[in-house]
């Protein structure tokens, strides 16, 4: 059995804080994450995907490698924040996602730059009543943060997590 955050019931409070200490467990609970987001992100019959929002373009590449197909927006095009929240509210805000869930899936770094622009567009999206998954950063942000604090220091590990997302996503189907 596992909590919300992915981690077995096992591992202590401490732990649970920080994030276990054991390589293969961190991994799992990134790679249950990972195929979650993958699920929701796929694009399925007569329904749409539900785009990820990451920062930049080598979060995308790291993304795809990592398994992600449907559609990933990015937060450095450009455009003033005013203009992305109302570009993501006008495209997706209003979209009626199959699974009934968050309409978008932030996915910001973990860092303190990354953090701010994760608490930004979820306040802005949330305050046009669009809904925003932030369940992977979560996970990520605790499991992860040894290996890196960024979505694109995801891809080197790509290869030791490509299993588990594979096992994960065969066992939900």
């Not at 790679?31 to 929701?40: G, Q």
């Not at 992100?41 to 990820?52: A, I, Y």
């Not at 290996?147 to 189907?173: D, F, N, Y």
Request: hydrophobic share 35%; with cysteine.
């Amino acid at each position: 059995m596992s909590t919300r955050d992915g981690l077995p019931d096992w591992v202590d409070e401490r732990a649970r804080r920080a994030g276990p200490p054991d390589r293969e467990i961190r991994f799992r609970a990134a790679a249950k994450a990972i195929a979650e987001s993958i699920l929701r992100n796929r694009p399925s019959k007569g329904s749409p995907d539900c785009p990820v929002v990451v920062e930049g373009i080598k979060d995308e590449r790291a993304l795809r490698v990592l398994g992600f197909s449907g559609t990933i927006e990015k937060v450095n095009r450009g455009w003033d924040r005013s203009r992305l929240v109302a570009y993501l509210y006008g495209t997706y805000g209003t979209r009626n996602i199959i699974d009934r869930g968050p309409s978008l899936i932030l996915l910001m770094d973990w860092d303190r730059t990354g953090g701010r622009i994760q608490t930004n567009l979820r306040d802005r999206l949330m305050a046009l009543d669009v809904p925003v998954d932030e369940d992977l950063r979560r996970v990520l942000l605790r499991v992860m943060k040894p290996e890196g604090r960024t979505v694109e220091s995801l891809a080197p590990h790509a290869k030791s997590l490509a299993p588990m997302i594979e096992e994960q996503l065969e066992a939900r189907g």
